[in-house]
């Protein structure tokens, strides 16, 4: 099974920046939409930002203006720059293809935004 690999995750306060790191194979990283997923406690799993090969991106209605997304094709890297942290961002992140791929779900890295 391929498993994408997330990191960064942490303690943040509210108000505060984390960024998160998701290393993929080449054959998935370089031709496909790459999208982060948040699954909070008891919630469904959600798309939060994507990055399309040309590197057009989108966002949920809830990070836009807070978060960005961006990727590194020489590190088949994608990152995640979360800033303005709110307690409501505390989740399990996942990076995956756009739509995502079920075979492709890594473990995730929590983020918690707490005082």
């Known amino acids: 099974q391929v498993q994408l690999v997330e990191s960064g995750g942490d303690l943040a306060q509210p108000g505060g920046s984390l960024r998160l790191s998701c290393v993929a194979p080449d054959i998935i990283f370089r031709y496909n939409t790459m999208g982060w997923y948040r699954q909070a406690p008891g919630k469904q799993r959600e798309l939060v930002a994507s990055?399309?090969?040309?590197?057009?991106?989108n966002y949920a209605d809830s990070v836009k203006g807070r978060f960005a997304i961006s990727k590194d094709n020489a590190k088949n890297t994608v990152y995640l720059d979360m800033n303005s942290l709110k307690p409501e961002d505390t989740a399990d992140y996942y990076c995956n293809v756009y739509p995502f791929d079920p075979d492709y779900w890594g473990k995730g890295t929590r983020v918690t935004v707490s005082s």
């Open positions: 990055i399309a090969r040309g590197f057009s991106t």
